[in-house]
T-cell receptor, first 114, second 113 residues
Framework: SAVISQKPSRDICQRGTSLTIQCQVD?????MFWYRQQPGQSLTLIATANQGSEATYESGFVIDKFPISRPNLTFSTLTVSNMSPEDSSIYLC???????????FGDGTRLSIL | EDQVTQSPEALRLQEGESSSLNCSYTVSGLRGLFWYRQDPGKGPEFLFT???AGEEKEKERLKATLTKKESFLHITAPKPEDSATYLC??????????????FGKGTKLSVIP
């Protein structure tokens, strides 16, 4: 399976600032996903980012708050904009080669907002 | 609305004490059920995919089974290294060639030596 690297692994940010999380994959993948994992909650899909098309956002998530880039088949970024303490969470990148294969995950970015 | 409920939330076992984790689901048009293992500070690690009722998959001390309403993850003679959070997810077709996963909250398993 693909090796997925996320940067940064953790960060502490000030309220009102923005942070860009990078996701690098060691092989070309068609489908990339961004998830949020809050304490005691299930993984929640933020958006799907397929190369060559605009990201598709799930209900409750908007592009202005979570802009995503997918410049090629091995890289994506998620920006968390105008952060508030409610954005404190783990953000996970996930990839999938095709619908018949399972999704694989990076180790996540642990984000704390002061 | 699709729902995935995992029970128990936490399970504490003695080494060698076998048990089962449950994942009950309601989803229209199930296209697969996934089990993942998540260690602290790590992302979920894929374990199994089950597609149809009656299907079983095994890996070392783990065996996953599927019915029309739930899945079980059986752990036989667990070891301390099996301690982790186990996540269940159901997949359905979401249109335009895409499939979407809905995750449960997980079961935190602790195996005591």
């Amino acid at each position: 399976s693909a090796v997925i690297s996320q940067k940064p692994s953790r960060d502490i940010c000030q309220r009102g600032t923005s942070l860009t999380i990078q996701c690098q994959v060691d092989s070309q993948v068609t489908m990339m996903f961004w998830y949020r994992q809050q304490p005691g909650q299930s993984l929640t899909l933020i958006a799907t980012a397929n190369q060559g098309s605009e990201a598709t956002y799930e209900s409750g998530f908007v592009i202005d708050k979570f802009p995503i880039s997918r410049p090629n088949l091995t890289f994506s970024t998620l920006t968390v904009s105008n952060m508030s303490p409610e954005d404190s969470s783990i953000y996970l990148c996930s990839t999938r080669q095709d619908p018949n294969q399972p999704q694989h995950f990076g180790d996540g970015t642990r984000l704390s907002i002061l | 609305e699709d729902q995935v409920t995992q029970s128990p939330e936490a399970l504490r076992l003695q080494e060698g004490e076998s048990s089962s984790l449950n994942c009950s689901y309601t989803v229209s048009g199930l296209r697969g059920l996934f089990w993942y293992r998540q260690d602290p500070g790590k992302g979920p690690e894929f374990l199994f995919t089950l597609y149809s009722a009656g299907e079983e998959k095994e890996k070392e001390r783990l065996k996953a089974t599927l019915t029309k309403k739930e899945s079980f993850l059986h752990i036989t003679a667990p070891k301390p290294e099996d301690s982790a959070t186990y996540l269940c997810a159901v997949q359905k077709y979401s249109g335009a060639g895409s499939y979407q996963l809905t995750f449960g909250k997980g079961t935190k398993l602790s195996v005591i030596p």
